[in-house]
């Protein structure tokens, strides 16, 4: 269905942002009002005013303290995270600990000393971005197809949404770099079907999906990455260490054989490193690297190309590929002792839904409390806790009897969505995880009092 209003894809960058359009049957790229195509992801304040982009970054040296930058690597996370920790050793700004753990960014404004959260930094590169592109479109843009590093777990996403919502941009989609990347002109994939690499490193996150291209599916196999590896933190030991690691988890997530592997592309800054492009190159056996593609740019044609699909632009140019995506990290919920019941296992497709059935352990208890987590291990405590809530009413039956079906949802942009039935009354609770708010508010309360715990059932799909 066609969406009201002008649509951009936006390239949100740990250093530089990029916005196109779907204009004249094909990608534009925005320029500023210098006509540059890249815009620096800083912002600084001063005593009378605040600078974005190029006019933020150079004055870094002369007031330091007040020019922010790099805070795609604080949104989402926890003060305590220890990437926020090492981050911070290398930032001349300070960064404190704010109300429920979240990273506070301190600057001096006109004056007085302000603090904000790593959305609003975002949100205001983001309105800077959607400034720049409606002096040179001269109308107004509502909606944004907005790209986040594949490796970004939900409280990552949620809170670039978050970031979008402030600065006023309707997200229609989140997508995931390298698989927008895979979008780009210049990969070919008529024809035959194609397994390509995509090696996406940036400034703050090195990303990397193994893609099969046939016409007009773009399924991703599987995708894996750091988001505290950027290229301003390596050097060439590393460069092995983690590149080839995550290269071989890679194909053996998606149970390719090397030689399986038609191309390999590279984009990102950081892939200009010549030991960057020389060490994909001999892990796959000397292949020559794809070098059709437009490095800096890779990311934000195919979030535009995404953006003009969305918002329901026909043209021939632009054939209707169905991207299948996968979830970054499995989902699950906690059961007796702990335990981490995966009701979504990492690189499944997306969007999915899995139905999984619980009874309660404690039969005399009238509620049930719910709670939610990412990651691969097979204790919750190990893994990282996206929210809980209560499901009340539950009848007094017998331990043991089926009683509660618990769904899981992962929608297109990674956004997670559980819900509760308790199957004899069908009193129902829905909830989607919320970083800011709802889900968490339960979270200070002693747990383990007043309410029942989950105890697997059966697997029911
Ligand atoms: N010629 C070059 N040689 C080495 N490094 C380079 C070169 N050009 C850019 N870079 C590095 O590339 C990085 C920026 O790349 P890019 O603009 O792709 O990042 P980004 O998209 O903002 O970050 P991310 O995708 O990680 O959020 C910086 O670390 C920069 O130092
Ligand atoms: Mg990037």
Redesign the pocket.
């Given at each position: 269905m066609p969406v009201a209003g002008q649509t951009v894809g936006i390239?949100?960058?740990?250093?530089?942002?990029?916005v196109g359009v779907w204009r004249n049957n094909r990608v534009e790229i925005i320029t500023d009002y210098h006509g540059r195509r890249?815009i620096p992801?800083y912002v600084a304040f001063n005593e009378t005013e605040r600078l974005m982009g190029d006019a933020a970054m150079s004055q870094n040296a002369a007031n330091a303290r007040n020019t922010i930058f790099g805070a795609?690597r604080l949104i989402g996370r926890k003060f305590t995270d220890p990437a926020v920790q090492s981050n911070m050793t290398h930032w001349p700004f300070d960064v404190v600990s704010g109300p429920c753990d979240n990273p506070i960014i301190k600057a001096h404004y006109k004056g007085e000393e302000r603090h904000f959260q790593a959305e609003e930094i975002c949100a205001m590169i983001l309105m800077e971005m959607k400034e720049i592109t409606e002096a040179y479109l001269e109308k107004e843009v509502k909606n944004a197809v907005i790209?986040v590093?594949a490796c970004f777990n939900d409280a990552q996403r949620q809170a670039t949404k978050c970031a979008a919502s402030i600065a006023g941009l309707n997200v229609l989609r989140l997508i995931n770099?390298p698989t927008a990347a895979a979008n780009a002109n210049g990969i070919d994939h008529r024809g035959c079907e194609k397994n390509v690499l995509i090696f996406?490193?940036?400034?703050?996150?090195?990303?990397i999906s193994l893609l099969t291209l046939d016409d007009e599916i773009y399924e991703v196999k599987a995708s894996a990455g750091d988001?505290s590896l950027?290229?301003?933190d390596i050097d060439n030991r590393m460069v092995d260490y983690f590149c080839i690691g995550i290269c071989e988890q890679i194909l053996r997530d998606s149970k390719m054989p090397k030689d399986q592997v038609h191309e390999v592309v590279l984009?990102?800054?950081?892939?200009?490193?010549p030991k960057l492009q020389s060490m994909p190159s001999a892990f796959f056996d000397g292949m020559e690297l794809c070098k059709r593609v437009n490095?800096?740019e890779a990311?934000t044609f195919g979030a535009t190309v995404k953006a003009a699909l969305l918002s329901g632009v026909k043209s021939e140019k632009l054939s209707e590929i169905l991207l299948l995506d996968v979830a970054p990290f499995s989902l699950g919920v906690e059961s007796i002792g702990g335990r981490m019941i995966t009701f979504i296992r990492q690189n499944n497709h997306i969007p999915c839904k899995k139905t999984l059935t619980f009874s309660v352990c404690k039969d005399i208890l009238p509620s049930v409390l719910i709670r939610i987590f990412e990651g691969e291990h097979s204790m919750t405590k190990d893994n990282n806790f996206l929210g809980e809530f209560r499901l009340d009413g539950v009848l007094p039956l017998a331990s043991g009897q089926p009683q509660i079906d618990v769904t899981v949802y992962v929608d297109a942009d990674g956004t997670v969505t559980v819900s509760a039935i308790e199957r004899s009354t069908g009193k129902e609770k829905k909830v989607t995880v919320s970083h800011d708010k709802g889900l968490r508010l339960l979270s200070g309360r002693k747990r383990g009092h007043g309410y029942g715990t989950l105890e697997m059932y059966k697997l029911s799909d």
């Open positions: 390239d949100l960058g740990t250093t530089n942002c990029c890249a992801s795609k790209s590093p770099e996406d490193w940036g400034g703050g996150c090195l990303d988001t950027g290229g301003e984009v990102g800054g950081s892939t200009r490193i490095p800096n990311v």
